[in-house]
């Protein structure tokens, strides 16, 4: 069993609708979790961290974490196509970050 | 204010070569992280410096060696390289007892030929 666990995608959605990200993860004792973004070719950035249960809102990115289903999530409301990208989910216990293959998102125009 | 910036962009070396990376953090970080990105696949934990010490180190063979120095600069060397080795490798900084290594260099596209 891989530690960080992404669909690989591709994920697609049209303009102006919701994207629905999803990850799981296999160390119960991870306390930090993380989404980024990659642009093809270009190295990741942050998007959100969360490190407590429930859901916590950034414009227009939601993250939502279940330790006890051991599952992160990024919603992406009102998507456009400059999201297209790869999204990785890491988790992060003690010094070391894992992260998952990605998914990668196509949004339509 | 500088961001991590890592040198070489490109590289191309021979199978069975030594490589160094560098890395510079960006301005006030003391913590340095590498990892190995394989094309398709998410960043892989190489190790982590603090304190010009190796403080984890994830599922890389001897092969892959680090380096921080005093001001906080690092080194990632690689011997005796593979095929396998070709990647784009990151580096990202962080301070700290902050939750999040939120600032990746741009990457070294690494090639073994």
């Known amino acids: 069993q891989k530690e960080v666990e992404q669909n690989s995608g591709p994920l697609s959605v049209p303009e102006g609708a919701i994207a629905s990200l999803n990850c799981t993860y296999s160390?119960?004792?991870?306390?930090?979790f993380f989404w980024y973004r990659q642009y093809s070719g270009k190295s990741p950035e942050l998007i959100m961290f969360?490190?407590?249960?429930g859901d916590k809102e950034d414009g227009r990115f939601t993250a939502q974490l279940n330790k006890a289903s051991q599952y992160v999530s990024l919603l992406i409301r009102d998507s456009q196509p400059s999201d297209s990208a790869t999204y990785l989910c890491?988790?992060?216990?003690?010094?070391?970050?894992?992260f998952g293959a990605g998914t990668r998102l196509f949004v339509k125009a | 204010d500088a961001g991590v910036t890592q040198s070489p962009t490109h590289l191309i070396k021979t199978r069975g070569q030594q490589v160094t990376l560098r890395c510079s953090p960006k301005?006030?970080?003391?913590?340095v992280s590498w990892y190995q990105q394989a094309l398709g696949q998410g960043p892989q934990f190489i190790f982590q410096?603090?304190?010009?010490?190796?403080?984890q180190r994830g599922n890389f063979p001897d092969r892959f060696s680090g380096h921080q120095f005093p001001n906080y600069s690092s080194e990632l060397n690689v011997n005796a390289l593979l095929l396998g080795d070709s990647a784009l490798y990151l580096c990202?900084?962080?301070?700290?007892?902050?939750?999040?290594?939120?600032?990746f260099g741009q990457g070294t596209r690494l090639t073994v030929v």
């Open positions: 890491a988790v992060k216990g003690g010094f070391k970050t894992i």
């Open positions: 160390d119960r004792g991870s306390q930090s």
């Open positions: 969360i490190y407590s249960n």
């Open positions: 301005s006030g970080h003391d913590t």
């Open positions: 990202a900084s962080s301070l700290v007892g902050v939750v999040t290594e939120a600032f």
């Open positions: 410096y603090y304190e010009e010490e190796e403080r």
